[in-house]
């Protein structure tokens, strides 16, 4: 049988809306992590988002984090990913930043697979070069004592 | 609900690794040519026939934008009407059901298919992730669902060694379905020696990759009843989203999974799953999820369900099996997923279930679509 090959490529351009600018933004020229805050429920969300998804009203109290957080779960991830330059393996995290009701995906680094456990605190590393995305920040790792 | 709707006839292909015989349309016409040799039914335009057609598949999976216009000619939707649902086929049967009960159709068929190994699963997941803050980080659902995996044995202490044991279970009733892909006699050992995807998931514990399709025929009580001395009524069905960014969400949890089991339940008139429901067809892509959407459905409280399987409760002979036509795990492809859930349970409440037959009078079945099993369905049905 005859398998007859295909390709999808299209380029977009996804607005990050005001909101994802601003906090690309902020991450992109000094390296700080902004959630946003309802203040109708007090939940701060991060990444940031418009509209409150419980209180249906938008948000417009911006929140600065100092980037610790907690480790909520994690994954070593064992193949590669087409998408991303990246080699196997790679250990992914959820992180509840201080001053946060949500979790943030990211990369977790500098930690020894043994060490990796639920309630790990962590601090962000950012890359020298940033060019305003979410690879910003270059991945977690445990916060350094001292 | 005023007139029962029933299904009157349920077909699926052998569920594959690879189907490089056949496209899409020749796929879906497997199961379309089942359906009408089984009930005599053509489409027609008179309300002597099919009435019209709900189908689902993907656009990203089948490589072209509006992915159900390649198969319209085979689902009856040459001048005729054909709707699309994106999400799992359980919501093009729940869609289909709806259609039937406003009034404006009597006879509706359904179906589902996908062949998963035209291109890269990951890619396609990747692409259902928000593009401005999580598409870069290259997440797929298998690292969600280690993520999802990881917590929830945090929060209850599930062990490995208890989500092993679906795989062991749901494989091994594989061995009794025809049309199931990768039966397999397993110790719990071979699934823990089987490599790692995303800690805690090894392979064995992911649906493998598959092709196939799954079709079904839904009527108003009145021409069920004309179609086939074995109608399956559709009780009760109820969906629940949750939020879009998974670290928006309590993965140790599945409180979506919850509220469409209750919703379901509540229009179903039933009070104790356990007791009322005799057999439970659930989509389990990942080994630790069929543990989790036990407790969603309520057959355990929460964090019971590695105990659940432990007991034998959930097997083939056990009061309450899951699964026993060997789940996601022993291959279905995804869209198929949840439809496939409805066909096996109607197949055993019609009392076809051959050597995997169990004895139920209500049956329920589970789909499921997103990262995490983020939209939930449960669809309660009875004879
Ligand atoms: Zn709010």
């Known amino acids: 049988m005859l398998l007859f090959p295909g390709k999808i490529i299209m380029d977009y351009s996804h607005a990050a809306g005001r909101v994802g600018s601003r906090f690309l933004a902020e991450l992109k020229k000094s390296k700080r992590l902004l959630a946003i805050r309802c ?12 509209t409150c998804k419980t209180c249906f009203h938008n948000m417009e109290d911006w929140i600065e984090l100092d980037g610790r957080g907690t480790l909520l779960t994690y994954t070593t991830v064992y193949y590669g990913e087409p998408v991303l330059d990246r080699e196997a393996p790679t250990t992914y995290g959820i992180i509840r930043l201080d001053g946060a009701d949500t979790g943030l995906v990211h990369f977790l680094n500098e930690v020894k697979q043994q060490d990796l456990r639920v309630g790990l605190r962590l601090e962000p590393v950012f890359k020298n070069e940033r060019n305003g995305n979410i690879l910003d920040i270059k991945y977690f790792r445990p916060i350094k004592s001292g | 609900m005023s007139e029962r709707i029933g299904i009157v006839a349920v077909a699926q292909t052998k ?33 002597t026939g099919i009435d019209a057609a709900v189908t689902c598949s993907h656009d990203h999976w089948d490589g072209v934008t509006i992915s159900s216009w390649p198969i319209a000619d085979v689902t009856g939707g040459h001048l005729r009407p054909e709707e699309k649902v994106a999400e799992d ?12 009960l406003s009034g404006h159709y009597d006879v509706v068929l359904v179906t589902a298919h996908t062949k998963e190994s035209q291109t890269s699963k990951n890619l396609i997941e990747n692409s259902s992730f928000d593009p401005v803050y999580h598409q870069m980080l290259g997440l797929d659902y298998t690292m969600c669902a280690a993520l999802q995996a990881k917590r929830y044995m945090y929060k209850y202490g599930i062990t490995e060694e208890q989500c092993a044991r679906v795989v062991v279970k749901n494989k091994k009733n594989a061995c009794k379905n025809p049309n199931a892909q990768e039966p397999a006699e397993l110790e719990i050992g071979d699934v823990l020696s089987s490599r790692p995807l995303a800690y805690p998931i090894r392979y064995l514990d ?8 799954c079709a079904m025929i839904l009527a108003r009580e009145e021409k069920a009843k004309k179609l086939t001395d074995r109608p399956v009524w559709i009780e009760g069905v109820g969906s629940c989203y949750e939020g879009y960014y998974i670290g928006d969400r309590e993965l140790g949890d599945c409180e979506n999974l919850i509220k469409a089991a209750k919703s379901a339940y509540r229009m179903a008139g039933i009070s104790d799953p356990k007791k009322e429901i005799g057999v439970f067809e659930i989509s389990e892509e990942y080994s630790y999820q069929e ?22 409760a959930t097997a083939l002979d056990g009061e309450i099996p899951v699964n026993p036509s060997g789940g996601l ?13 409805v066909a096996e349970a109607v197949i055993q409440l019609q009392g076809k279930g051959g050597d995997r037959q169990v004895s139920a009078r209500k049956a329920l079945a589970q789909g499921m679509c997103g990262p995490c099993g983020q939209l939930q369905c449960v669809m309660v049905l009875g004879i």
Do not use: H, M
């Open chain 2, 206 to 213: 992911k649906k493998p990759t598959s092709d196939g399709a």
């Open chain 2, 89 to 100: 086929g359980i919501f093009a049967a729940y869609y289909a059901f709806i259609q039937i």
């Open chain 1, 39 to 50: 203040r109708t429920c007090n939940r701060v969300y991060i990444p940031p988002r418009l």
């Open chain 2, 329 to 341: 795990l022993s291959g279905v492809p995804t869209n198929v997923a949840g439809l496939s859930r």
């Open chain 2, 291 to 312: 543990l989790l959407w036990t407790e969603g459905l309520g057959l355990c409280d929460k964090g019971r369900g590695g105990t659940l399987i432990e007991s034998g």
């Open chain 2, 15 to 47: 569920y594959q690794k690879s189907r490089p015989d056949v496209r899409e349309s020749e796929l879906v016409y497997e199961v379309v040519e089942k359906l009408l040799t089984e009930t005599g039914l053509r489409f027609t335009d008179d309300g």
